[in-house]
Each structure stands twice: as C-alpha cells, then as structure tokens.
C-alpha cells in the first residue's frame, strides 16, 4: 500500500498519530490534522524523510473549517483515497443524571458531527472518482453498554451505524467503507476523559496489558491492504486482558 493520499483526523496524538507513523513508512501522501498544532508541526518533521505531509489546524466539529479545509487542500493533495475518521472523545464517567451537559454536547459535536462533516466534503471527489476508502474509528462502548457510557457509547453507535448505512448509500461504487471498535487502548484518551487527572487515568489500565496505538495501526494496515473488491465492514478488536462482565442486579432487601 503507497502511493496514496490520506486524510486522518485527530493525529496529534494516540491512534491518529500511530496511523501517521505507519502511512508514512509505507509511503503515503499525508494530511494531518487536529487542533493543536505543536505535535502536528512534530510529526511533520518526523516523518518529512519517508512523505510529503500538510498539516491543517482543524477542529472537526467546526463544520465551515472542515469545509474551508478540504475545499483549499494543496493540488497534490486533493485526491483523498483514505478518510480515517478518528478524532474523537469521551469526558467524564458519571452517570447521566450527574453528568456536565457541556460534556454531552462535546462528544456528539466532535464524535458525532465531526465525522459527518468530514464524511459529507470528502466523500463527492470519492464518488467522482470511483475509488475511496472511509475508515471509521467506533469503539467497543458504540455496541456494548457500561456505567457511565452513556453519551459516549451513543456517539460511537452512531458511528458504526452510520458506516453501515454509508455502505448501502456507496453500493453500485468502489468507494469502501470500515468501523473499527476497538476496546481498551492506552493513549492520552483516559487523561481527556477524567480532565487531566494522570492517577485515575493510569488505573484504568494498571495491571492490563491494553491494546497500543500501533495496535490499531496494524488493524487500519490490514483493512486498507486488503483487494479492492474486498470490504471489511466492522472489526472489534480487544486487549487480551479484557472481556465482558455479567448482567448488573439491583438486590434489593426483601
Ligand atoms: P487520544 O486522546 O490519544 O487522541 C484523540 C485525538 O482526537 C487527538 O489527536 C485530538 O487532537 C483529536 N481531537 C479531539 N477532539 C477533536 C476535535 N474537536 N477536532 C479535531 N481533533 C480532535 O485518543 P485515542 O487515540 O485513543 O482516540 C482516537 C479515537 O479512538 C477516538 O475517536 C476515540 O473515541 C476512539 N477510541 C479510543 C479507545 C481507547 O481506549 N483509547 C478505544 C476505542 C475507541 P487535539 O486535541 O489536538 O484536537
Ligand atoms: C474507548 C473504550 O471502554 O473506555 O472507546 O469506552 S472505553
């Protein structure tokens, strides 16, 4: 796989970053973005030996930036053969009628809205072409409930639903579209979830041996490598060290 242009969203940082790394090696055209520019500027100059890479700021709940973005890409980089819609958050895990509000709205702007956004301007040069790839980051929490999940796992349902969907609007195309919902991973993701405190987030995985943004970068090599008339529609993938629980039961005292 080389010689494509790939467009990844939230690569400043844990799976969208892993993605950049391994696009790159593999000698692909890249474009980066997120909203801080700092790691992005990083991973350009990391990478500038194996690909050509454009770094856009880029907040993907901002529907006019993602369409300003994507309308003024650089000629060589109009092309997009790979959507990698990965941007994306959990905040807090308190039950719902407990939760910040503001956190709720977060999650379906950048989960929910974000992908849209992307999906809907990148998408028509897909279809003109005939050829395209749409790959969708869910998670486990999108098909399997826990306490706490609430908004989160709604948004991430969304996303595989909505890559099924895409598929049966793509049919009669090349364009292929995948949902991976991977389980627990250890990247910056729990320190955004609980706010910047680094003790509860390390505990989240204490004891584990959880999946690594490299993990579900061989995960996204895999789909994208396979034929073209070969359509991997959804893939869960989980750490070893994690599996589901029994059904919760309120006891009460007779
Ligand atoms: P990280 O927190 O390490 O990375 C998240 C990335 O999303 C960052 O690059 C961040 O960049 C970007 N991002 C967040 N909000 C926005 C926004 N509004 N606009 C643009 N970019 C944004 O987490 P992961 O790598 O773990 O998460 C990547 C995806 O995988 C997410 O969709 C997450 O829900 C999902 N996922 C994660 C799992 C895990 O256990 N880690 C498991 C299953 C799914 P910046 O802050 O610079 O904007
Ligand atoms: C991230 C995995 O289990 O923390 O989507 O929701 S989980």
Redesign the pocket.
Known sequence: MNGKTIFI??????????CARMFATDGNRLIL????VD??LKLQEELAAHSAVHIIP?????REAVQGAIESLPERFRSIDVLL??????LGLEPAHQVDLDDWD?MV???IK?VMYCTRFVLPGMVERNRGHIIN?????GAWPYPGGNV?GG??AF?TQFSRNLRCDLLGTRVRVSC?????????????RFKGNKEQAAGVYQGTE??T?ED?AETVRWIVSQPPHVNVNTLELMSIDQAWGPFAINREQK
């Open positions: 969203t939230g690569a400043s940082a844990g799976f969208g970053a892993a973005t997120a909203r801080r790691p992005l880029l907040d993907v709940s901002d819609n990965n941007a994306g958050l959990a977060t702007d950048t989960n974000g980051i869910s998670s486990t929490a989160y948004t991430k996303v991976i919902q991977p389980g627990m991973a250890e990247t910056e993701f729990s320190k955004v959880p999946l943004a579900i």
